[in-house]
C-alpha cells in the first residue's frame, strides 16, 4: 500500500499533510480558538473509518491555503531543535 498523503484544502488547493486534524500537532487552537469564525468551523471529521477521525477539530478540508499557511507545527519532541 502506498499512502500519499495529499489533501485538498477548502479552495481546492493540494498539499502534502500527513495529519488530517490539526489541533494537537499545530497552533491551530491558539490562532482561532478566541475567533467566532473560525470556532465555527471546526468539524468532525472522518477520512476513512478508524483511521483518522477529527473531533471538535480544525481539518484540512475546512480551511484554504491561505490559512493554512499560518500554521506552525509543534514540535513532536521539544527537547530537539
Same mark, same amino acid.
Not at 479552495?11 to 478566541?34: F, H, P, V
Not at 468532525?44 to 500554521?71: F, G, M
Given at each position: 500500500?502506498?499512502?500519499f498523503d %495529499? *489533501? ?7 498539499? $502534502? =499533510?500527513?495529519? /488530517? ?5 499545530? =497552533? +491551530? +487552537?491558539? %490562532?482561532?480558538? /478566541?475567533? !467566532?469564525?473560525? @470556532? /465555527?468551523? *471546526?468539524?468532525?471529521?472522518? $477520512?476513512?473509518? /478508524? %483511521?483518522?477521525?477529527? @473531533? =471538535?477539530?480544525?481539518?484540512? !478540508?475546512?480551511?484554504? %491555503?491561505?490559512? $493554512?499557511? *499560518?500554521?506552525?507545527r509543534k514540535?513532536?519532541? !521539544?527537547?530537539?531543535?
Amino acid at each position: 500500500m502506498t499512502e500519499f498523503d %495529499l *489533501q485538498m484544502t477548502r479552495d481546492g488547493k493540494l498539499i $502534502i =499533510n500527513y495529519d /488530517s486534524c490539526l489541533r494537537e500537532k499545530t =497552533n +491551530a +487552537a491558539d %490562532l482561532w480558538d /478566541s475567533n !467566532p469564525d473560525f @470556532v /465555527s468551523r *471546526q468539524s468532525n471529521y472522518e $477520512i476513512y473509518p /478508524s %483511521l483518522d477521525k477529527c @473531533v =471538535n477539530d480544525y481539518s484540512v !478540508p475546512t480551511l484554504d %491555503l491561505d490559512e $493554512i499557511k *499560518q500554521l506552525k507545527r509543534k514540535h513532536e519532541y !521539544p527537547n530537539r531543535s
